[in-house]
T-cell receptor
Framework: EAGVTQSPTHLIKTRGQQATLRCSPI?????VYWYQQALGLGLQFLLW???????NRGNFPPRFSGRQFPNYSSELNVNALELEDSALYLC????????????FGPGTRLLVL | DQQVKQNSPSLSVQEGRISILNCDYT??????FLWYKKYPAEGPTFLIS?????DKNEDGRFTVFLNKSAKHLSLHIVPSQPGDSAVYFC???????????FGTGTRLKVLA
């Protein structure tokens, strides 16, 4: 069974541009979570989507947004990129039945120049 | 405000010995805890979890202990193997938000 997939693996942008990151969950999973891991820091919760709806959001500015599609895949959009947005962005999925194990993808490494 | 803390950024252990990774939390509403392992250039991999109704959960070489009064959990790996060398994250959530809060990680190095 395929795990969580993310694309692209690496992304280089310049300050002020927009970045779009994509995630496909494990088949049968309806919840998708996005995390940011900046250098030297732990995973910071960004967003949680379930059944197409945003369920929860971390302490990030509104320029971090996303959506979940009918097939449960998800996009994370980061507008007006800043240098400090350079990080590893991890997507995870779960069955969407409450408190449960999240399974992570390999991540997208975003570099903002 | 770091609600989940892993105060040891790194740990070195001899192969065959026990590795003990610690995690402290401040939010008494947390009732579900997990440990993840992360290799470079890969996403975190789920290891083991524990609900607050238990104080111990075991899976092979991995055992997680939960001390609710101390708001402390630990992961024991026995015996440690070189392939266990990775960064270990603990995470906590409460059944109200289902939002996971991760610690900053402990880098474990198992020496052959």
């Amino acid at each position: 069974e395929a795990g969580v997939t993310q694309s692209p693996t690496h992304l280089i942008k310049t300050r002020g541009q927009q970045a779009t990151l994509r995630c496909s969950p494990i088949s049968g999973h309806t919840s998708v979570y996005w995390y940011q891991q900046a250098l030297g820091l732990g995973l910071q919760f960004l967003l949680w989507y379930d059944e197409g709806e945003e369920r929860n959001r971390g302490n990030f500015p509104p320029r971090f947004s996303g959506r979940q599609f009918p097939n449960y895949s998800s996009e994370l959009n980061v507008n007006a990129l800043e240098l400090e947005d350079s990080a590893l962005y991890l997507c995870a999925s779960s069955l969407g039945q409450g408190q449960e194990t999240q399974y992570f993808g390999p991540g997208t490494r975003l570099l903002v120049l | 405000d770091q609600q989940v803390k892993q105060n040891s950024p790194s740990l070195s252990v001899q192969e065959g010995r026990i590795s003990i990774l610690n995690c402290d939390y401040t939010n008494s509403m947390f009732d579900y805890f997990l440990w993840y392992k992360k290799y470079p250039a890969e996403g975190p991999t789920f290891l083991i979890s524990i609900s607050s109704i238990k104080d111990k959960n075991e899976d092979g070489r991995f055992t997680v202990f939960l001390n609710k009064s101390a708001k402390h959990l630990s992961l024991h790996i026995v015996p440690s193997q070189p392939g266990d060398s990775a960064v270990y994250f603990c995470a906590a959530s409460d059944s109200g938000t289902y939002k996971y809060i991760f610690g900053t990680g402990t880098r474990l190095k198992v020496l052959a």
